[in-house]
Structures are given as C-alpha cells and as structure tokens.
C-alpha cells in the first residue's frame, strides 16, 4: 500500500518503539542495553523520507547500578557534558519496505556519519483505525571514533571490551 499523503509528520509511539546497542564483553558474550524515552520524528515529503531522533544517555537502562554510573561519567558517554545521543538522517531509500538510511550520528559531541539497514513500512491502518508505520534499523559503529575509548587489558591477551558496536532502532510511529 503506497502512503497517500504528499507530506507527513509521524509522531513515535513510545511503548512499542526500543533504542538499543550490544557489545562484545570480556571476548566471550554480548553486553545489552537499551535506552527509555527515546523522541524520533518521521517525515515524508513527496515520498522523500527523512528520520531524526535522539536519547537521553542518563536513560540508559541496565541492571547493574556501579555500572551505570561508570557509563555515565567522562570514560563513557560524559553525561554531564553531553546528555544526548542524536541523529539526523540525510539520505533514505528503499525498496519496498527495505530501507538504507544515512545520516549523522553524533555521540559524546562527535558526528559521523553511519548506515543503518533494515525496513521502513508503508502507512497502514491499525485495527483501532490509526495511520502507522514502522521503521527498524542496523549499524555497527567502532566506539573509539565517537570518543568512547575506555578499556582494560584482559590478564591473557585481548581487552575488556570490543571497539565495534551494534545499534539497533525498533520504532512505530503514528499519524501526526
């Protein structure tokens, strides 16, 4: 079903949409979080798409308190300095509901730009008869080149934390 709509805003619906990002940790698991409150708009113009949004790093949500704190501080995301993981889109295509979005990612206070591929649906029509669409989204990021340069060498070889990490974006939005 094509969107009717020549221009949209879609507002995010908070309690189905997730922002979350793995690690590898200590070489042998994947380290998970996610953050709450996440704001993400979707615009459609002309069927041109474009997606921005941005989380609170205080809102990370994780089990160990300790560790929240260290995430926190300057060796982490600084929260203090900058509270604030955004990013803005500059580029949207797709293919039916597959999507690649370029954009600008600025972590720390540090831009650049990222792909991310996943889908992007058409508008539809919920069984409440609420206009939505869905957006889902993939990236690896090497953390050092936002600024996240924390680590400890592990006592056989190899290091505490892997550079590359994993976000991904789970996002329903609704009709504005």
């Known amino acids: 079903m094509t969107d009717p709509i020549a221009s949209h805003t879609w507002n995010l619906v908070q309690s189905h949409s997730t922002a979350a990002f793995s690690i590898r940790h200590m070489l042998v698991a994947n380290f998970r979080a996610n953050f709450d409150n996440i704001e993400a708009t ?28 260290h995430l926190q501080s300057p ?10 993981i955004s990013f803005v889109s500059t580029s949207v295509t797709r293919d039916g509901e597959k999507a690649e979005v370029v954009g600008d990612l600025t972590i720390k206070g540090i831009t650049h730009s990222v792909t991310a591929s996943g889908h992007i649906t058409d508008a539809i029509e919920d069984a409440m008869g609420n206009t939505k669409r869905g957006v889902g989204l993939e990236t690896k990021i090497d953390r050092t080149s936002f600024g996240l340069d924390w680590n400890a060498p592990l006592p056989k070889g190899g290091f505490a934390l892997s550079n590359d990490v994993k976000m991904t974006i789970d996002l329903e939005f609704i009709a504005a």
Do not use: H, M
């Open 42 to 69: 979707l615009t459609e113009v002309d069927g041109q798409i474009s997606l921005s949004g941005k989380v609170r790093t205080d809102a990370i949500v994780i089990k160990d308190q300790n560790l929240y704190g």
């Open 75 to 84: 060796e982490f995301f600084d929260t203090e300095n900058t509270p604030e």
